[in-house]
Protein backbone atom coordinates (compact mmCIF):
# COMPACT_ATOMS: atom_id res chain seq x y z
CA UNK A 1 0.00 0.00 0.00
CA UNK A 2 1.52 3.18 -1.28
CA UNK A 3 1.80 6.70 0.75
CA UNK A 4 -1.01 8.19 -1.64
CA UNK A 5 -3.53 5.47 -1.49
CA UNK A 6 -3.51 5.87 2.90
CA UNK A 7 -4.18 9.26 2.47
CA UNK A 8 -7.02 8.77 0.29
CA UNK A 9 -8.47 5.92 2.82
CA UNK A 10 -7.55 8.92 5.59
CA UNK A 11 -9.37 11.38 3.61
CA UNK A 12 -12.47 8.94 3.09
CA UNK A 13 -12.74 8.65 6.99
CA UNK A 14 -12.62 12.33 7.59
CA UNK A 15 -15.63 12.55 5.80
CA UNK A 16 -17.53 9.68 6.56
CA UNK A 17 -17.02 11.17 10.32
CA UNK A 18 -18.12 14.19 10.36
CA UNK A 19 -22.31 13.45 10.46
CA UNK A 20 -20.80 11.32 13.46
CA UNK A 21 -19.20 13.74 14.65
CA UNK A 22 -21.56 16.64 14.39
CA UNK A 23 -23.92 14.06 15.87
CA UNK A 24 -21.85 13.15 18.64
CA UNK A 25 -21.41 16.51 20.15
CA UNK A 26 -24.98 17.14 19.55
CA UNK A 27 -25.83 14.26 22.13
CA UNK A 28 -22.91 15.08 24.19
CA UNK A 29 -24.37 18.76 24.69
CA UNK A 30 -28.36 17.28 25.53
CA UNK A 31 -27.08 14.28 27.66
CA UNK A 32 -24.45 16.35 29.64
CA UNK A 33 -27.32 17.86 30.65
CA UNK A 34 -29.61 15.05 31.87
CA UNK A 35 -31.64 14.73 29.00
CA UNK A 36 -31.35 11.43 26.75
CA UNK A 37 -31.62 11.41 22.91
CA UNK A 38 -32.15 8.93 21.58
CA UNK A 39 -33.79 10.79 18.14
CA UNK A 40 -30.55 12.11 16.93
CA UNK A 41 -31.00 9.95 14.20
CA UNK A 42 -34.59 11.17 13.65
CA UNK A 43 -33.02 14.90 13.60
CA UNK A 44 -30.50 13.87 11.38
CA UNK A 45 -32.82 12.81 9.01
CA UNK A 46 -35.69 15.23 8.80
CA UNK A 47 -32.50 18.02 8.56
CA UNK A 48 -30.79 16.06 5.45
CA UNK A 49 -34.04 16.01 4.18
CA UNK A 50 -35.34 19.65 4.44
CA UNK A 51 -31.82 21.50 3.20
CA UNK A 52 -31.61 19.27 0.06
CA UNK A 53 -35.53 19.88 -0.28
CA UNK A 54 -34.98 23.78 -0.07
CA UNK A 55 -31.49 24.03 -1.73
CA UNK A 56 -33.17 21.69 -4.67
CA UNK A 57 -35.67 24.44 -4.81
CA UNK A 58 -34.13 27.45 -4.23
CA UNK A 59 -30.63 26.75 -5.78
CA UNK A 60 -28.96 28.32 -2.85
CA UNK A 61 -27.30 25.65 -0.26
CA UNK A 62 -26.90 27.53 2.31
CA UNK A 63 -30.81 28.73 2.52
CA UNK A 64 -30.87 24.48 2.54
CA UNK A 65 -28.55 24.61 5.75
CA UNK A 66 -30.57 26.80 7.31
CA UNK A 67 -34.13 25.18 6.49
CA UNK A 68 -32.58 21.84 7.84
CA UNK A 69 -31.39 23.48 11.09
CA UNK A 70 -34.75 24.85 11.19
CA UNK A 71 -36.22 20.80 11.16
CA UNK A 72 -33.74 19.39 13.47
CA UNK A 73 -34.88 22.44 15.49
CA UNK A 74 -38.61 21.71 15.75
CA UNK A 75 -37.97 17.94 16.64
CA UNK A 76 -35.45 19.27 19.61
CA UNK A 77 -38.15 21.49 20.76
CA UNK A 78 -41.04 18.37 20.35
CA UNK A 79 -38.55 16.28 22.40
CA UNK A 80 -38.12 19.06 24.80
CA UNK A 81 -41.74 19.76 25.32
CA UNK A 82 -41.91 16.23 25.96
CA UNK A 83 -39.20 15.50 28.46
CA UNK A 84 -38.82 18.81 29.98
CA UNK A 85 -41.85 20.39 30.27
CA UNK A 86 -44.53 17.50 30.32
CA UNK A 87 -41.93 14.95 32.18
CA UNK A 88 -42.52 12.43 30.05
CA UNK A 89 -39.94 9.00 29.15
CA UNK A 90 -37.30 10.79 27.30
CA UNK A 91 -36.60 7.52 25.46
CA UNK A 92 -39.77 6.63 24.01
CA UNK A 93 -39.89 10.41 23.00
CA UNK A 94 -36.79 10.11 20.89
CA UNK A 95 -37.54 7.07 19.35
CA UNK A 96 -41.43 8.58 18.40
CA UNK A 97 -39.48 11.50 16.68
CA UNK A 98 -36.92 8.36 14.40
CA UNK A 99 -40.19 7.13 13.44
CA UNK A 100 -41.93 10.51 12.63
CA UNK A 101 -38.72 11.12 10.43
CA UNK A 102 -38.42 8.22 8.95
CA UNK A 103 -42.10 8.22 7.67
CA UNK A 104 -42.85 11.96 6.91
CA UNK A 105 -39.07 12.58 4.73
CA UNK A 106 -40.15 10.27 2.02
CA UNK A 107 -44.46 11.47 2.07
CA UNK A 108 -43.26 14.79 1.67
CA UNK A 109 -40.08 13.78 -0.63
CA UNK A 110 -42.89 11.83 -2.90
CA UNK A 111 -45.91 14.36 -2.41
CA UNK A 112 -43.55 17.57 -3.67
CA UNK A 113 -40.96 15.90 -6.64
CA UNK A 114 -42.67 12.85 -7.73
CA UNK A 115 -39.40 11.07 -7.47
CA UNK A 116 -39.79 8.17 -5.24
CA UNK A 117 -39.32 9.56 -1.95
CA UNK A 118 -36.17 11.16 -3.25
CA UNK A 119 -35.24 14.90 -4.04
CA UNK A 120 -34.15 15.99 -7.82
CA UNK A 121 -29.68 15.53 -7.71
CA UNK A 122 -27.86 19.32 -6.60
CA UNK A 123 -25.82 20.68 -8.56
CA UNK A 124 -23.74 23.89 -8.78
CA UNK A 125 -24.91 26.44 -5.89
CA UNK A 126 -27.31 23.71 -4.36
CA UNK A 127 -24.46 21.92 -2.31
CA UNK A 128 -21.34 22.72 -0.80
CA UNK A 129 -18.05 22.83 -2.85
CA UNK A 130 -14.76 21.42 -1.80
CA UNK A 131 -12.53 24.20 -0.47
CA UNK A 132 -8.91 23.86 -1.74
CA UNK A 133 -6.94 25.91 0.79
CA UNK A 134 -4.27 28.33 0.64
CA UNK A 135 -0.78 26.66 -1.19
CA UNK A 136 -2.13 23.27 -1.17
CA UNK A 137 -0.88 22.84 -5.18
CA UNK A 138 2.20 24.69 -4.09
CA UNK A 139 2.60 22.63 -1.25
CA UNK A 140 1.74 19.19 -2.75
CA UNK A 141 5.15 18.72 -3.82
CA UNK A 142 7.00 18.60 -0.52
CA UNK A 143 7.81 15.31 0.68
CA UNK A 144 5.46 13.43 3.08
CA UNK A 145 4.16 17.20 4.61
CA UNK A 146 2.77 18.53 1.10
CA UNK A 147 0.80 15.93 0.39
CA UNK A 148 -1.15 15.29 3.85
CA UNK A 149 -1.69 18.96 3.41
CA UNK A 150 -3.06 18.74 -0.29
CA UNK A 151 -4.81 15.75 -0.29
CA UNK A 152 -5.96 15.36 3.43
CA UNK A 153 -6.34 18.85 4.93
CA UNK A 154 -7.12 20.55 2.16
CA UNK A 155 -10.28 19.47 -0.30
CA UNK A 156 -13.07 19.35 2.03
CA UNK A 157 -16.53 21.41 1.63
CA UNK A 158 -16.61 23.90 4.80
CA UNK A 159 -19.25 22.12 7.11
CA UNK A 160 -16.23 19.54 7.39
CA UNK A 161 -14.03 22.20 8.82
CA UNK A 162 -16.85 23.89 10.93
CA UNK A 163 -17.44 20.08 12.16
CA UNK A 164 -13.64 20.15 13.58
CA UNK A 165 -13.60 23.62 14.99
CA UNK A 166 -16.65 22.53 16.93
CA UNK A 167 -14.65 20.09 18.72
CA UNK A 168 -12.40 22.50 21.07
CA UNK A 169 -15.41 24.71 21.17
CA UNK A 170 -17.07 22.21 22.54
CA UNK A 171 -14.14 21.85 25.32
CA UNK A 172 -14.03 25.49 25.96
CA UNK A 173 -17.93 26.02 26.34
CA UNK A 174 -18.42 22.72 28.43
CA UNK A 175 -15.31 23.30 31.02
CA UNK A 176 -13.96 26.60 30.94
CA UNK A 177 -16.95 29.37 30.98
CA UNK A 178 -19.99 29.61 33.74
CA UNK A 179 -22.29 28.46 30.92
CA UNK A 180 -21.01 24.64 30.55
CA UNK A 181 -19.97 24.52 34.43
CA UNK A 182 -24.06 24.96 35.18
CA UNK A 183 -24.85 23.03 32.15
CA UNK A 184 -23.23 20.15 33.83
CA UNK A 185 -24.22 20.35 37.00
CA UNK A 186 -27.64 20.06 35.72
CA UNK A 187 -27.20 16.82 34.34
CA UNK A 188 -25.47 15.72 37.85
CA UNK A 189 -27.24 17.52 40.47
CA UNK A 190 -30.14 19.78 39.01
CA UNK A 191 -31.79 20.35 42.46
CA UNK A 192 -28.30 22.11 43.46
CA UNK A 193 -28.33 24.31 40.52
CA UNK A 194 -32.07 25.51 41.25
CA UNK A 195 -31.36 25.60 44.97
CA UNK A 196 -28.53 28.31 43.40
CA UNK A 197 -31.25 30.57 41.86
CA UNK A 198 -30.24 28.95 38.03
CA UNK A 199 -33.13 28.34 35.53
CA UNK A 200 -33.00 23.93 35.61
CA UNK A 201 -35.82 23.97 32.59
CA UNK A 202 -33.90 26.71 30.87
CA UNK A 203 -30.69 25.30 30.96
CA UNK A 204 -31.66 21.83 29.69
CA UNK A 205 -33.76 23.95 26.86
CA UNK A 206 -30.81 25.04 25.61
CA UNK A 207 -28.50 22.38 25.39
CA UNK A 208 -31.71 20.58 23.68
CA UNK A 209 -31.31 23.69 21.11
CA UNK A 210 -27.75 23.20 20.48
CA UNK A 211 -28.38 19.43 20.27
CA UNK A 212 -30.62 20.66 17.13
CA UNK A 213 -28.15 23.15 15.78
CA UNK A 214 -25.38 20.18 15.63
CA UNK A 215 -27.87 17.79 14.33
CA UNK A 216 -28.97 20.05 11.56
CA UNK A 217 -26.10 20.66 10.39
CA UNK A 218 -25.05 16.57 10.40
CA UNK A 219 -28.21 16.51 8.42
CA UNK A 220 -27.62 19.28 5.92
CA UNK A 221 -23.61 17.35 5.23
CA UNK A 222 -25.16 13.67 4.61
CA UNK A 223 -27.75 15.37 1.25
CA UNK A 224 -25.37 18.90 0.69
CA UNK A 225 -21.89 17.80 0.74
CA UNK A 226 -21.54 14.08 1.16
CA UNK A 227 -23.76 13.30 -1.47
CA UNK A 228 -26.09 15.72 -4.25
CA UNK A 229 -29.68 14.67 -2.90
CA UNK A 230 -32.04 13.69 -0.51
CA UNK A 231 -32.33 9.39 -0.56
CA UNK A 232 -35.11 7.44 1.78
CA UNK A 233 -33.12 6.60 5.28
CA UNK A 234 -29.82 8.13 4.11
CA UNK A 235 -29.01 8.80 7.67
CA UNK A 236 -28.13 4.75 7.75
CA UNK A 237 -28.21 4.32 11.89
CA UNK A 238 -25.68 7.29 12.12
CA UNK A 239 -27.29 8.87 15.07
CA UNK A 240 -27.18 5.40 16.87
CA UNK A 241 -23.56 4.94 15.60
CA UNK A 242 -23.10 8.41 17.40
CA UNK A 243 -24.53 7.45 20.58
CA UNK A 244 -22.40 4.66 21.03
CA UNK A 245 -19.15 6.55 20.15
CA UNK A 246 -20.48 9.24 23.06
CA UNK A 247 -20.64 5.84 25.34
CA UNK A 248 -16.91 5.05 24.07
CA UNK A 249 -15.87 8.74 24.51
CA UNK A 250 -17.87 8.66 27.92
CA UNK A 251 -18.97 12.13 27.30
CA UNK A 252 -15.87 14.19 26.53
CA UNK A 253 -15.74 16.09 23.19
CA UNK A 254 -11.70 15.00 22.46
CA UNK A 255 -12.97 11.40 22.98
CA UNK A 256 -15.77 11.99 20.69
CA UNK A 257 -13.42 12.98 17.91
CA UNK A 258 -11.15 9.95 18.65
CA UNK A 259 -14.15 7.72 18.38
CA UNK A 260 -15.98 8.79 15.64
CA UNK A 261 -12.44 9.15 13.15
CA UNK A 262 -12.41 5.23 14.54
CA UNK A 263 -16.02 4.75 13.10
CA UNK A 264 -15.30 6.87 9.79
CA UNK A 265 -12.42 4.77 9.43
CA UNK A 266 -14.21 1.38 9.22
CA UNK A 267 -17.34 2.94 7.02
CA UNK A 268 -13.57 3.81 4.58
CA UNK A 269 -12.62 0.34 4.56
CA UNK A 270 -15.83 -0.79 3.16
CA UNK A 271 -15.21 1.46 0.35
CA UNK A 272 -12.03 -0.26 -0.22
CA UNK A 273 -12.29 -3.99 0.29
CA UNK A 274 -8.98 -4.42 -1.76
CA UNK A 275 -6.84 -2.86 1.09
CA UNK A 276 -7.61 -5.17 3.27
CA UNK A 277 -6.73 -8.38 1.22
CA UNK A 278 -3.51 -6.72 0.31
CA UNK A 279 -2.68 -5.77 3.77
CA UNK A 280 -3.48 -8.88 5.61
CA UNK A 281 -3.58 -11.66 2.58
CA UNK A 282 -7.02 -12.90 3.17
CA UNK A 283 -9.87 -11.83 0.72
CA UNK A 284 -12.90 -9.72 2.75
CA UNK A 285 -16.03 -9.40 2.18
CA UNK A 286 -17.54 -5.60 1.76
CA UNK A 287 -20.52 -6.18 3.27
CA UNK A 288 -18.50 -7.62 6.49
CA UNK A 289 -16.48 -4.77 6.32
CA UNK A 290 -19.85 -2.33 6.10
CA UNK A 291 -21.20 -4.10 9.22
CA UNK A 292 -17.97 -3.33 11.25
CA UNK A 293 -19.42 -0.08 12.79
CA UNK A 294 -22.49 -1.49 13.63
CA UNK A 295 -20.79 -4.68 15.37
CA UNK A 296 -18.66 -2.60 17.20
CA UNK A 297 -21.59 -0.33 18.44
CA UNK A 298 -22.87 -3.71 19.59
CA UNK A 299 -20.01 -4.43 21.33
CA UNK A 300 -19.77 -0.75 22.94
CA UNK A 301 -23.25 -1.13 23.99
CA UNK A 302 -23.12 -4.13 25.60
CA UNK A 303 -20.39 -2.71 27.99
CA UNK A 304 -17.28 -4.60 26.60
CA UNK A 305 -15.40 -1.47 25.94
CA UNK A 306 -14.72 0.24 29.35
CA UNK A 307 -17.07 1.52 31.66
CA UNK A 308 -18.45 4.66 30.97
CA UNK A 309 -20.79 6.20 33.52
CA UNK A 310 -22.86 8.35 32.16
CA UNK A 311 -24.46 12.19 33.94
CA UNK A 312 -26.31 10.72 37.39
CA UNK A 313 -29.57 12.66 36.66
CA UNK A 314 -29.75 11.70 33.21
CA UNK A 315 -32.86 10.40 31.64
CA UNK A 316 -34.41 11.66 34.89
CA UNK A 317 -37.31 14.73 34.79
CA UNK A 318 -36.83 17.48 37.43
CA UNK A 319 -39.36 18.02 39.67
CA UNK A 320 -39.14 21.12 41.41
CA UNK A 321 -39.38 20.81 45.43
CA UNK A 322 -41.92 23.31 46.91
Request: proline content about 4%; overall charge positive.
Amino acid sequence: MDFLTLLQVFDSSVRLAVPLLLACLAGLFSERAGIFDIGLEGKMLAAAFMSAAIAAITGNVWIGLLAGIGASMVLSVVHGLASITFRGNQLISGVAINFLAAGLTVLIAQAWFKQGGRTPSLIGGGRFEPITLPFAETLSGVPVFGPIYAELISGHSILVYVAFAAVPFTWWLLFRTRFGLRLRAVGENPAAVDTAGVSVVGLRYAAVAICGILCGIAGAYLSTALQAGFVKDMSAGRGFIALAALIFAKWRPWYALYATLLFGLFQALELRPDLIETVIGIKVQGQLLGALPYIMTVVILAGFVGKAIPPRAGGEPYVKER
